[in-house]
């Protein structure tokens, strides 16, 4: 059996997608993988680089771009692996990253998924292995407190804000752009909640193994750089927004019930879009 089963969901993000293949190529070791692509009707050559240039990826071509979420679920319905992996392709595997993951959790054998450290260019990290969302911290992303006081207490709280990441410890979730769960979740758990077209799925999906009793850890010494949002941005802001506003709100639905959804939703509508629409009318007129 392969130790691992990468999947990678690419809409029009060929240039990244060749410098994610060529990293996972160069810098893998020890461990037998298979890598899948799922190219949700991408206009710019992806597929034919890939077909070209790296004929071992197993792709899957769709005629309309289902997103992240259920594209996702496709390569895992076709994965082989003892390990799965979500990565983005906006992602450069460093130092046999992935290899030292595998590593990890087959010493942990309590832990179910775990993430990298992911890091920019310059190498500075960025917040992934965080706590839940909280209802408090909902209320302050509706009412734009997060993006006002970026350093404010219950964001500080939620991101684990003091820990510079240098250290591997247990942590609620990890990021979607690089998280490693044992095939077994699929069986127990069951594959990404389709109903997030993208955001919060693999917060929701850390919640449920965290439910079922078992750990979720972030890999301090796998290192990874994420470009972030790369394919998101393609397809404007109000769009990218819009598709993260229904999958927050789904997701408070889901987990904290049809009050709290009532109540995000309410701030959503009569405060946050007003004022981003009044803020982007303002910058146009500038």
């Known amino acids: 059996m392969l130790d691992l089963s990468i999947t990678i969901v690419n809409y029009n ?23 899948i692509v799922v190219d949700n009707a991408s206009g710019d050559g992806s597929a034919e680089m890939l077909k070209q240039k790296f004929p071992d990826v197993k792709l899957i071509v769709n005629q309309e ?28 595997i460093l130092d046999n ?7 990890f959790m087959d ?43 970026p350093n404010n207490i219950v964001k500080k709280n939620r991101t684990l804000f003091d820990w ?33 077209t993208a955001y919060f799925e693999e917060i929701d999906w850390c919640h449920k193994i965290k439910k079922h009793g078992w750990k979720i850890f972030f890999v301090a010494d796998a290192q990874v750089i994420h470009h972030w949002g790369v394919s998101m941005d393609k397809l404007g802001r109000e ?22 959804w009532i109540i995000l939703a309410a701030i959503l509508r009569l405060w946050k879009m007003p004022v981003l629409k009044i803020t982007r009318m303002l910058k146009g007129n500038r």
């Not at 993000?13 to 890598?35: A, G, R």
């Not at 832990?111 to 209320?139: N, V």
């Open 239 to 260: 769009k990218k927004e819009k598709i993260f506003d229904n999958s927050f709100l789904y997701y408070y639905r889901k987990h904290y019930g049809i009050i709290a």
């Open 97 to 103: 990253a992935l290899g030292r993951m595998v590593n």
């Open 13 to 35: 993000t060929k240039k990244f997608l060749e410098e994610c293949l060529s990293s996972i190529y160069q810098n893998t070791k020890n461990i037998k993988y298979e890598i």
């Open 164 to 196: 510079n990441r240098e250290d591997t410890r247990e942590v609620d979730s990890v990021s979607g752009a690089c998280l490693l769960v044992r095939k077994e979740v699929i069986q127990q758990v069951g594959l990404l909640d389709e109903n997030f």
């Open 65 to 92: 771009n289902f997103f992240f979420t259920k594209a996702h679920n496709q390569a895992l319905k076709n994965s082989t692996g003892r390990y799965l992996l979500l990565l983005n392709p906006d992602t450069v």
């Open 107 to 149: 010493t942990e054998l309590r832990c179910r998924a775990c993430g990298p450290k992911l890091i920019d260019r310059q190498g500075r990290h960025q917040w992934s292995g965080e706590k839940f969302p909280t209802f408090l911290w909902g209320l302050f992303e509706v009412g734009l407190l997060n993006t006002l006081f």
